[in-house]
């Protein structure tokens, strides 16, 4: 059982370049979401996905686009990256409906954007 | 915009000290959670505590709500260099439709215990 994966780990991007993060969870969970964190700052939104099928914005979702590919994937794109979007990426899965879940977080994946 | 203010920002203490952070939010919640993250790493769940508890605790960890004053305290007592790392509150609002679940998170405390 290996909870939240993501990956890549690590990736340097040039402005303008576009790539996909890749997230993955292997506990059934219905709900799943994208964050990003920027130094001596929490966790904000950018994307998430209540169930299978639908994507919502969250507080951060400029540049951004998601993709709930099944039950198990949400990926995150980026279509032409910027420098302000150098950050560290996190996904997370939430197991149902009720508000008193908690999340599951992914180890994150560490962009730099030159 | 952060729902949450955690202070203080970052906290030193021995090893065998207790440690108290607080956080406070702005609108009404239907439960708060608190969080740890290691450094370079993703972050693992702590506790959760509903708008309707007062207190909670698990292991060391004490946790508080006073919904009066929107504030809520982290207690780790007894702690120990491994319990180093930043400590994150998350609010969790009543909004219904597809909006709920989601966490807005503080600006998180920083935790050093020394050996």
């Known amino acids: 059982n290996a909870g939240v994966t993501q990956t890549p780990k690590f990736q340097v991007l040039k402005t303008g370049q576009s790539m996909t993060l890749q997230c993955a969870q292997d506990?059934?969970?219905?709900?799943m979401y994208w964050y990003r964190q920027d130094p001596g700052m929490g966790l904000r939104l950018i994307y998430y996905?209540?169930?299978?099928?639908?994507?919502d914005k969250g507080e951060v979702p400029n540049g951004y686009n998601v993709s709930r590919l099944n039950k198990r994937e949400f990926s995150l794109r980026l279509e032409s990256a910027a420098p302000s979007q150098t950050s560290v990426y996190f996904c997370?899965?939430?197991?149902?409906?009720?508000?008193?879940?908690?999340?599951?977080f992914g180890p994150g994946t560490r962009l730099t954007v030159t | 915009s952060q729902q949450g203010e955690e202070d203080p920002q970052a906290l030193s203490i021995q090893e065998g000290e207790n440690a108290t952070m607080n956080c406070s939010y702005k609108?009404?919640?239907?439960?708060l959670q608190w969080y740890r993250q290691n450094s370079g790493r993703g972050l693992v769940h702590l506790i959760l505590i509903r708008s309707n508890e007062r207190e909670k605790h698990s292991g060391r960890l004490r946790v508080t709500l006073d919904t009066s004053k929107k504030s809520s305290s982290l207690l780790i007592t007894a702690s120990r260099a491994a319990d180093t790392a930043s400590y994150f509150c998350?609010?969790?609002?009543?909004?219904?439709?597809?909006?709920?679940?989601?966490?807005?998170f503080g600006q998180g405390t920083i935790l050093t215990v020394h050996p």
């Open positions: 506990m059934n969970h219905n709900s």
């Open positions: 998350a609010t969790v609002h009543n909004a219904g439709g597809t909006s709920y679940g989601k966490l807005t």
């Open positions: 609108t009404s919640i239907n439960n």
């Open positions: 996905s209540a169930s299978e099928g639908t994507t």
């Open positions: 997370a899965s939430r197991q149902g409906q009720s508000l008193s879940y908690e999340q599951y």
